[in-house]
Nanobody, 119 residues
Framework: QVQVVESGGGLVQAGGSLRLSCAPSGSVSAIYRMGWYRQAPGKQRELVATIMTDGSTNYADSVKGRFTISRDDAKNTVHLQMNSLKPEDTGAYYC?????????????WGQGTQVTVSS
């Protein structure tokens, strides 16, 4: 079992920055991918960024060049640095920890943290 806790959301003006943090606990050695998803009101949840255990990253086209996902292995924490924020970045942001089960990949989800970008 893995538990995931996010922090760092808030209200910021367009053009500003926020840093989200995610701290997995439990069977963390089983995690091979950490990710951030977001969901805006009335829209589907979308994948924002992922980072693998080898450090490789992947980003949604809408955030490339503005967001950076990183790992602090000493603190067992994953961060999402969000710069040049836009109103369309507003939404609930969820951290996920992916493990492998016999039935396939399985994501553990956090409760989410709200990001609001005002114009």
């Amino acid at each position: 079992q893995v538990q995931v806790v996010e922090s760092g959301g808030g209200l910021v003006q367009a053009g500003g920055s926020l840093r989200l943090s995610c701290a997995p606990s439990g069977s963390v050695s089983a995690i091979y991918r950490m990710g951030w998803y977001r969901q805006a009101p009335g829209k589907q949840r979308e994948l924002v960024a992922t980072i693998m255990t080898d450090g490789s990253t992947n980003y949604a086209d809408s955030v490339k060049g503005r967001f950076t996902i990183s790992r602090d292995d000493a603190k067992n924490t994953v961060h999402l640095q969000m710069n040049s924020l836009k109103p369309e970045d507003t939404g609930a942001y969820y951290c996920t920890a992916r493990t492998q089960r016999l039935t396939g990949p399985y994501d553990y989800w956090g409760q989410g943290t709200q990001v609001t970008v005002s114009s």
